[in-house]
């Protein structure tokens, strides 16, 4: 079964930056689409960035264009967040998602993504 361990996270002053790193197992990493997801309390989870694995598109949020960078590494089958310039909104829990080998359809929502890592809290102090 596809496993993802992330890690990296923590706590950050504004204007720091952090990488969160998402490594994958339990099957072919190349060619699924993979994501990262925030979510703070009472709030729906949100895409942060992805990538389709189709074309190696890559997608971005708006609060985020121009500070953070998703990219992979297939031949280490992991996913990395680099997030530089970091904001105080920016504080939430941290996902990374794949989907399933082959995946064809949307890769914007939560449920186009069957594999998530454990989470992990970014913090940024003002």
């Known amino acids: 079964q596809v496993q993802l361990v992330q890690s990296g996270g923590g706590l950050v002053q504004a204007g720091g930056s952090l990488t969160l790193s998402c490594a994958h197992s339990g099957g072919t990493f190349n060619k699924r689409n993979v994501g990262w997801f925030r979510q703070t309390p009472g709030k729906e989870r949100e895409l942060v960035a992805n990538?389709?694995?189709?074309?190696?598109?890559?997608y971005y949020t708006d609060s985020v264009k121009g500070r953070f960078t998703i990219s992979r590494d297939n031949a280490e089958n992991t996913l990395y967040l680099k997030m530089n310039s970091l904001k105080p909104e920016d504080t939430a829990v941290y996902y990374c998602a794949a989907s399933s080998q082959y995946y064809s359809g949307s890769y914007y929502s939560p449920t186009d993504f069957g594999s998530w890592g454990q989470g992990t809290q970014v913090t940024v102090s003002s």
């Open positions: 990538i389709r694995w189709i074309d190696d598109k890559t």
